[in-house]
């Protein structure tokens, strides 16, 4: 399990030993606390463990000083030798100077770290990403509007929460509810993706739910309603 501190280290929790000892035992640590580090993860949203001594970096326009373009990439990091492997896009999205909120997303990597699966908040996409090719492929899965300005002009909520197996990507849609609609909704929705960015099935819970995780093991999704509500959902059967 990774643990993020930002931005002073990403750990490899032990979690059977820290579950053992009733404290936390770290596989791994790495500190971003030193002057050189720590300016790299500052620029960076999140770090996450590729394989040893790499990470991927998801890089913001806000914090890495690229306001020239809404567009959130990648980073592969060299932690060892402290520099950068190569930079990558998961979208090709126009630059919209008053819309840098709009690009807003979730992601989740598969399991074996090759595949990222980013779908945004504002806009009904997604984008699957292969790490070492640096190549991407963007999905409108209900069409794509002329003008994407049309999602400013008309907010919405779209994917708020993502989980992955090696084989599916659950996304936790929200159904383009109107902002001052979100605590008030009585439904939620599960979209079922598999590697390729097919939306293979749509489930309609009666909850309205914030955030999901999910259990390989026994196909079941916990979630997290906006009444702080932690309730969980077999769904074995579509994974």
């Known amino acids: 399990m990774d643990l993020q501190s930002y ?3 990403l750990a490899i929790l032990d979690l059977n030993e820290t579950l053992d000892k ?13 002057e050189q580090r720590n300016s790299v993860f500052t620029s960076s949203n999140t770090a996450f463990y590729i394989e040893e001594n790499v990470f991927l970096l998801t890089k913001a326009p806000e914090r890495s000083g690229k306001i020239e373009d809404n567009n959130t990439y990648f980073e ?3 932690y060892a030798k402290n520099k950068i492997i190569k930079s990558f896009y998961a979208t090709d999205l126009p630059f919209i100077p008053q819309a840098f909120q709009l690009y807003k997303g979730v992601l989740s990597l598969k399991n074996d770290r090759k ?10 996409m997604l984008a699957i990403t292969d790490v070492e090719t640096g190549s991407s492929k963007q999905i409108f899965p209900f069409g794509k509007e002329e003008e994407l300005e049309s999602y400013i002009e008309k907010p919405g909520h779209y994917y708020w929460s993502v ?3 090696d084989n599916r990507i659950v996304a936790l849609y929200k159904d383009g509810i109107a ?8 439904v939620s929705y599960l979209h079922i993706y598999d590697w390729e960015g097919r939306l293979l099935c749509k489930i309609e ?35």
């Open 7 to 9: 931005p002073q280290y």
């Open 22 to 34: 009733n404290k936390t035992v770290y596989k791994k640590k790495y500190s971003f606390t030193d």
């Open 76 to 78: 592969l990091y060299d």
């Open 115 to 124: 595949k990222i699966a980013s779908f945004m908040r504002f806009i009904p």
């Open 163 to 165: 989980c992955s197996t």
């Open 179 to 186: 902002p001052s609609e979100l605590e008030n909704v009585s």
């Open 205 to 239: 819970i009666e909850d309205n739910i914030k955030c999901i995780t999910l259990s390989e093991e026994t196909g079941m999704i916990y979630a997290v309603l906006m009444n702080d509500e932690i309730k969980r959902y077999r769904i074995k059967q579509h994974l």
